[in-house]
Each structure stands twice: as C-alpha cells, then as structure tokens.
C-alpha cells in the first residue's frame, strides 16, 4: 500500500466551515500525522508535516526526479510525459492481497513569490489499454508544500486517496496512514542525500 498515495485539486487557503477539522493521529519522531473527513468521500484526507534541512527547490527536485524513478517491487511504471515541472505517468499496482490498481497520474510543479514551492498531484483515468481488463480504478488527489525556513523547509503533504474496490475501511485507513508517513519519510531521507529507511522503497 505504501505507493498507493500517489494522488488535488488546490486545497482552500481558508477555512470552511462545513469542512471538519484537523484531528491529530501520530506526532513521532518529528513527523506530525493529522486526518479530517471530507463529506461524501469513503476516507479521511490526510495531512503529514515534518521539517528538513534542504532549500524548497531540493525538495521539488527530488519529487520530480528520483522520488518517481524509485523501483518499487509491486509497481510497474510508464512515463507518458516528464519535464522538469511536470511529469505524467501510469502505474500498474499489483500485490497479494488486492485486485491490481490501474491509474495515471500528474505531477506539476508550482513556485510562489514568498519562496514556497508546491508540487500538485492528481489521478487520471489509465491512459494506455490496461493489462487485464478487471484492473481496479484508483483515484487520489494532494500536494506536496515546501515552505522556506532560516534552517531550510518546512514540509506539508496532504492527500485525499480511494483505492476502489470493497476492501475493508479499517485496513484501508490503516494502509493509507502508514504509506503517508512512509512516503514523507522517503522524501526526507531523499531530498537530503541520506539513504532510504528500510523497508521505505517498497
């Protein structure tokens, strides 16, 4: 499940009432993990803040660079389109325990004028003809936020992800809350020369 949080539409800069707010599930080892449900959607968005070392730009950099050239063993990749602000992709996630995921997916980079940095992602229908016909939809939506510091950046990843199908709701929070972290970690690590945690590239 760790890659399945691929995928926003631009997130309010103001708060709406109607919207439930943040609530708190982890806050370890530096890493802040909150969660809101969002009406009319099966899951909880997700929002994972940390702070790192590196200018805004090493950040974006990483995203669009290595951050998707990562092997993973359960994922198979096809670029459709890369730059380096932006980059479109499909992706064929297979494991043990679910029906295969199909989904394409934007990545866009945006630089503001305070310094902060902003790459948006969002799920596409699979582009290409779908290695088995059965494949399982997956749709997701976020962003990354860099936001500079006097020590470097300030990062913020949100997500709102339905990975389809009938899964049960308490493995797939679960799941989805564990890959966030994991995905922010993979990015610490990444973006700051250091190697990847254990277990991070799958």
Known sequence: MACLLFLPAAWPAFADERVPQWRLVSDKDGIRLEARRIPGERFDELRVTTSLKVSPKTVA??????????KNKNISRTFIQRGPDMALWSDVLSTSVTSDRCYSMRFERHALA???????????????????????????RGEWTMTPTGTGTRLTYASLTDIGGSAPAFLVHRSLSSAAVSSVRKVVAGASGLVLPRGIGD
């Open 61 to 70: 950099d990483y995203l669009l660079g290595k951050y998707l050239d990562e």
């Open 114 to 140: 305070n310094g902060e940095m902003r790459v948006k992602f969002v799920s596409l229908d699979y582009a290409g003809r779908k290695p088995m016909p059965d494949c399982i939809a997956l749709r997701a």
